[in-house]
C-alpha cells in the first residue's frame, strides 16, 4: 500500500515562512514528478510548484521567488519552502506524485491547511 504524508502547515504571520513536507511509502519502485497543489475556499485546486526526477522546477507566478521546492530521492519526500507569505497563500496544500510500483500510480497527500494572518 502506497501513501503520502504531508506535514508542516500551520498557522503564521504575513512575512512568515513555513516548511512542508510530504513523505511517500510503500513498495515503491521509483517516481518522477513531484508537485504540490493548493486549493483556497471558493476556489478551484491550483498548482503552486513541481519537480522532476532530473531536479528540473517549475513555479507558479505568484509564489515565484518566495517558495522553493525540493526533493529527498533516498527518502522519497518533496518538501515545500514557503518564504515572505501573504495573505492570500492562505489554503489547503495538497502534494501530488506519480509513482511506479512499476505499474504508475498517480496519488494525492491527505492535505494540510496553511494560514497568514494580516
Known amino acids: 500500500q502506497v501513501q503520502l504524508v504531508e506535514s508542516g502547515g500551520g498557522l503564521v504571520q504575513a512575512g512568515g515562512s513555513l516548511r512542508l513536507s510530504c513523505a511517500a511509502s510503500?513498495?515503491?519502485?521509483?517516481?518522477?514528478?513531484m508537485n504540490w497543489y493548493r486549493q483556497a475556499p471558493g476556489k478551484q485546486r491550483e498548482l503552486v510548484a513541481g519537480?522532476?526526477?532530473?531536479?528540473?522546477?517549475n513555479y507558479a507566478d505568484s509564489v515565484k521567488g518566495r517558495f522553493t521546492i525540493s526533493r529527498d530521492n533516498a527518502k522519497n519526500t518533496v518538501f515545500l519552502q514557503m518564504n515572505s507569505l501573504k495573505p492570500e497563500d492562505t489554503a489547503v496544500y495538497y502534494c501530488?506524485?506519480?509513482?511506479?510500483?512499476?505499474?504508475?500510480?498517480?496519488?494525492w497527500g491527505q492535505g494540510t491547511q496553511v494560514t497568514v494572518s494580516s
Open positions: 501530488y506524485m506519480i509513482i511506479s510500483t512499476p505499474s504508475y500510480r498517480a496519488l
Open positions: 519537480i522532476t526526477g532530473g531536479i528540473s522546477t
Open positions: 510503500g513498495s515503491i519502485f521509483s517516481i518522477n514528478n
